[in-house]
């Protein structure tokens, strides 16, 4: 079982930045790559980035490609998402989640291809 926390979130204004950090429990954080998602009133959870579990590895929805850095620190058990330039629209609950132990098939970007989740913390971007 991995427990994960996220922490980071924030108010900030359009064009500002924040960093998200997500701690992981367990021995076995090298094992498991690690994705980003996030959820906005009234919307659909959506894929915003992951990273393979050695970390060589990034992927991103095109909506955050260029402006967000998905990062991890095995060492910490700690995954980062560095956001910048944000935008209204990045609004949203942001949900940091692992994949299986030793599952290291390419699949990231649907929320079934992972199986542990935290509870999200929120990101507002004023206008």
């Known amino acids: 079982q991995v427990q994960l926390v996220e922490s980071g979130g924030g108010l900030v204004q359009a064009g500002g930045s924040l960093r998200l950090s997500c701690a992981a429990s367990?021995?076995?954080?090298?094992?498991?790559?690690m994705g980003w998602f996030r959820q906005a009133p009234g919307k659909e959870r959506e894929f915003v980035a992951a990273?393979?579990?050695?970390?060589?590895?990034?992927y991103y929805a095109d909506s955050v490609k260029g402006r967000f850095t998905i990062s991890r620190v095995n060492a910490k058990n700690t995954v980062f998402l560095q956001m910048n330039s944000l935008k209204p629209e990045d609004t949203a609950v942001y949900l940091c989640?692992?994949?299986?132990?030793?599952?290291?098939?390419?699949?990231?970007?649907?929320?079934?291809?992972?199986?542990?989740w935290g509870q999200g913390t929120q990101v507002t971007v004023s206008s």
């Open positions: 989640a692992a994949k299986r132990a030793g599952d290291y098939s390419a699949n990231y970007y649907y929320q079934n291809d992972y199986a542990y």
């Open positions: 367990g021995r076995t954080f090298s094992t498991y790559s």
């Open positions: 990273v393979s579990w050695s970390g060589r590895t990034s």
